[in-house]
């Protein structure tokens, strides 16, 4: 049956398929889950197929990255993945075949100084009446239409249109004897049965060529066709490796939540239609929601501010334990790993927890139960330890050995000798806390105070004290 939200007839069919680069660039990233999306809320099938003709690319450490980018955003794939190196057999008798019914020819290259005669094309266009067979050099052809347009009906985009005579002959078999990227996803799409073929617009100009080899070759089933907005940098520059940051994986090990970056991907050229930005269970949320055909044409800006800000809503979200499981492996990483202790940040767990907007944040706030001694910020100190500071830190340290050790207590007992020395709360507690945590910034000091211990906290305020010596 057709389905009223696709023109295609039987069961919706829809591939990602990535070429193994070493990680999941963010345009993958957000294609694979459109295609997931479109896959899952048409109630139809998600297909992986992995690119790796390129030898250089082909080794399994390099698609195991693809898996494991994929499995990270929780996206499932309905059928074994296919490597499209295993299918050599199907696209080399495809190109034999469009050489025998003549829409594919041999073709000597033409070398770069000798183009002018050629119209600047590698390739001499007379070749098509010559010939030619197998040589040295040679490469075989696709003999596109001189005539007619070839179009289709963009999901995104609307209609597009090419005019055959403005397609070059291009290459579907190389010199070595590899046929192209053309070729093999024609074929391959044919014989997996997908039905859509949703992907970034930088690959507009080879869809045509795809649709000649389709046509060309006899294929009738319906293709639906889509092209996304590419995704860029606050330049408004496409994203590149060499000057942004691209890998999916990078914002894992940088403390980014799966969930949040499905979230996020989705907003990138697509909104919910409430207007709303989170959805806390995207993977079950979005599907019902999302179509690709409102999906906006327009360039989609990445907005790492953005994405912190969506990241810091779902770890709101966790339970309290679910957030100190989760930033557990981030711990792992520390130098002070060894003096972790899991029972000391769960006390500390929800205050740290509505501070951070990723996980790998989370060391840095709390590292200061664990270190001997807390790492001193020189800026902190200088700023905190003003002229009153030794004689503040003198009545602390004399006052809080008879203070009782629980967070409100201490909030209340060191307030109230605040108000004995005429001191203002911001000023007098800030040496407190710079001498405790090393910092000026952090989790509330009296909880801090409190899960330090009387005995450690007055350590380290008499150290702070001993390194003021006589004056501030």
């Known amino acids: 049956m057709t389905s009223p939200e696709t023109d295609v007839p039987g069961p919706v069919r829809v591939r990602f398929a990535p070429a193994p680069t070493g990680y999941l660039h963010l345009g993958s990233a957000r294609a694979a889950l459109f295609n997931w999306l479109t896959a899952r809320h048409l109630g139809g ?21 693809v898996f494991e980018a994929l499995e990270w955003m929780g996206l499932d794939w309905d059928e074994t ?22 829409h594919a020819y041999w073709s000597d290259p033409v070398p770069e100084g000798d183009r002018e005669r050629t119209g600047g094309r590698p390739y001499d266009p007379a070749d098509r ?31 597009i249109s090419f005019e055959n005579e403005n397609i070059e002959d291009f290459v579907i078999r190389r010199a070595d ?31 045509p060529k795809q649709l000649l080899l389709r046509t060309a070759l006899g294929y009738d089933q319906p293709l639906e066709l889509g092209h996304m907005p590419l995704i ?10 060499r000057r942004d940051d691209v890998s999916l994986l990078d914002y894992r090990d940088r403390g980014f939540l799966p969930e949040a970056m499905v979230n996020y991907l989705a907003l990138l050229g697509w909104g919910l239609p409430d207007g709303s930005e ?35 809503e779902h770890l709101r979200a966790l339970g309290v334990a679910e ?18 202790h899991a029972g000391t940040f769960g006390r500390m767990a929800a205050e740290v927890q509505t501070r951070v907007e990723t996980l790998s944040e989370v060391p840095g706030y709390v590292d200061f139960l664990f270190l001997p001694d807390p790492e001193i910020d020189e800026a902190s100190w200088t700023k905190a330890m003003v002229a009153d500071a030794p004689a503040w830190l003198d009545a602390v340290i004399a006052a809080a050995e008879d203070w009782p050790w629980e967070a409100a207590q201490l909030h209340e007992r060191t307030f109230a000798l605040c108000e ?22 952090g989790p509330p000091l009296f909880e801090s105070m409190e899960v330090l211990g009387r005995d450690e906290v007055l350590r380290r305020l008499r150290s702070a004290r001993e390194r003021l010596g006589d004056g501030s």
């Open 323 to 340: 957030f100190a499981e989760r930033s557990q492996s981030y711990f792992e990483a520390q130098p002070w790993a060894d003096r972790f």
């Open 232 to 241: 860029v940098n606050e330049q408004r520059k496409k994203l590149s490796k």
């Open 129 to 159: 009446d010559r010939d030619l067979g197998p040589g040295e050099g040679r490469a075989v052809r696709f003999r596109t239409p001189d005539e007619g347009t070839t179009s289709w009906t963009d999901l995104i985009r609307g209609d």
């Open 177 to 207: 004897g590899s046929p192209t990227f053309f070729v093999a996803n024609a074929v391959d799409d044919q014989d997996m049965a997908v039905t859509h073929v949703i992907r970034g617009e930088d690959l507009i100009n080879v869809t």
């Open 420 to 441: 004995e020395v005429g001191a203002s709360r911001k000023k007098f507690q800030a040496p407190i806390r710079v001498a405790i945590t090393g910092r000026s910034v």
């Open 45 to 65: 099938t998600f297909l992986l197929r992995v690119e790796d003709t390129d030898l250089e690319r082909s080794r399994q450490e390099l698609i195991d990255v």
């Open 278 to 312: 989170i959805r806390l269970d995207p993977l079950r949320e979005l599907p019902p929601l999302f179509d690709i055909r409102d999906v906006n044409d327009s360039s989609a800006f990445f907005d790492t501010k953005k994405l912190r800000f969506v990241n810091a």
């Open 81 to 102: 993945p296919v490597l499209q190196s295993t299918r050599d057999g199907e696209h080399q008798a495809a190109v034999d075949r469009l050489l025998a019914d003549g």
